[in-house]
């Protein structure tokens, strides 16, 4: 028993329960408050609040008769839609786990990351429907559609008990990995309130009735993370079915938007759709994410264009917005400078190798600890030890602390691609390339790209009696990785051009800097 206990006496255990919410709880709440509000529209059809949780309920009823329990995973392997957030909310009144299946990913990649959860349901979409029959699913599965549907009509509409609590996990997101296989990021429902709380008043504060439009895929820290903080506090979620920059404009036109979802890579592409079609957003709080890799130009465009700012943020799918999202780049500024602000209610340090703190001015890991911090990734034990050591998330990002407090990125430890929204770890692209007859050696860096801002470059070594090409490289990558994740190019170079540090590793900076001299060489060229 804590000293509070001891001094409050044996009811305080009562106060503690009476003080815990969840993500349930929360949207219960804001159905009984406003039943006729919009809460979900998906192609034109709107569900209320009342609505929504009706059907919520019934996926509750359903899953149970099915033998899902308190604790098990199920997955969703499906593109974005209405029957996404009704599982979101089901699971987080369950006290269930879902899943988020990447459905970019190669088979074996999403054969992967279904065996590691080992889901009690795989809830799956007539689109995806073909990747369930290849992968040959030993599990139990629901289609959506009529089947979904009918399902539903049968089962029992009522509350269910409240089992969850709020460390339950409620989501889990697949993240790039070392050593090229994905791990699987659990989720919270106390993180998941939390980050719905710190979105809602910073970089900039917004109002209970702003909503968000859901086009980035699910499976993402950037779809998740707001639609289930926009639920909790009674606004309403427009669902789409994947990026379309003229309907992504039109609906932005006529509902009020917290913040405008517009990653690296489609920048341009919603500039362009509205200046083409002349739509302006009614209301928007924030604009866009990951301005480092973003044009600068681009983004001064985009900001006046929508008439917000746009967000200087540096997240991560463990952490949130946090550890450093607190700064805006003002409408029609183009930045000069991306320096970051340290999040609210968290706390970072930067640390050496050797988990010292570094002084101002000198790079240094950053270590996250606050309550939008994830569980941990599910059966990793190794790696939690690692990554959760002392009590600290460490990034793996590199930042430098500056004189005034804000923080620059710097690099990355542990060297990862940033490809339009994406995540790509070199590791997971040199396991399917090393595998081919006759490559001695392999390495992919980094090229910055106009549109993408990074994009994957393998150098391979190939062996004496090699007949391998740059296009059967690219080939063999395809159907192994998802298509993001290959090369946009192979060259093919002597061992003697990879230079290697003492302790033996490939100095990735040596063919970065050669990829940049190309680009500028080009420039000049056509200039």
Known sequence: MSMTADVLGPDFGLAARGREVTVASLFREQAQLGPTRPAVEFKGRIWTYAELNDR?????????????TRGDRVAMLSENRNEYVELLLAAAKLGVLVGCQNWRLADAELAHCLALIEPKLVIYSDRLAPVRERLGLPYPCLALGDEYEAALRRADPREPPHVAEAEDGLIIIYTSGTTGLPKAAVISQRAE?????????????????????????????????????????????????????????????????????????????????????????????????????????????????????????????????????????????????LSKEQSSYGMIKLVDEDDNIVPDGEPGEICYRGPTLFSGYWRAPEVNAQVLRGGWYHTGDVLRRNADGTLDFVDRRKYLIKSGGENIYPAEIERVLIALPGVADVVVVRKPDPKWGEVPVAFIVAREDSTLTEAAAIAACQ????????????????????????????VRSDLEAMLKREQEAAKEAQA
């Not at 093919?492 to 302790?503: D, H, I, K, M, N």
Request: proline share 8%; hydrophobic share 45%.
């Open 193 to 337: 309130i939390m980050r719905a709380i710190l979105q809602r008043i910073e970089p900039v504060p917004i109002m209970a009735d702003d909503g968000f439009i859901a086009w980035s895929p699910m499976f993402h820290l950037s779809g998740t993370d707001h639609t289930i903080a926009t639920l909790i506090r009674g606004a309403k979620v427009v669902v789409m079915d994947g990026f379309d920059a003229e309907a992504l404009c039109e609906v932005a036109a006529r509902e009020k938007i917290a913040h405008l979802t517009v990653l690296p890579g489609v920048v341009d592409r919603v500039v362009e759709a509205l200046r083409s079609t002349g739509l302006r957003p009614l209301s928007v709080r924030t604009v866009g994410v990951v301005p480092d890799l973003v044009p600068p130009a681009s983004i001064a465009a985009l900001t006046e264009l929508v008439n917000a700012p746009y967000c200087n943020s540096f997240g991560t799918t463990e952490c949130g917005w946090p550890p450093a999202s607190r700064s805006i780049i003002p409408v029609g500024v183009v930045p000069t400078r």
């Open 479 to 506: 159907g192994q990785i998802a298509r993001y994740k290959v090369p946009r190019e192979v060259r093919f170079v002597p061992e003697t051009a990879l230079r290697r540090s003492a302790s033996g590793k490939i």
């Open 56 to 68: 919520v309920n019934r996926l509750v009823h359903l899953m149970v008769s099915l033998g899902v």
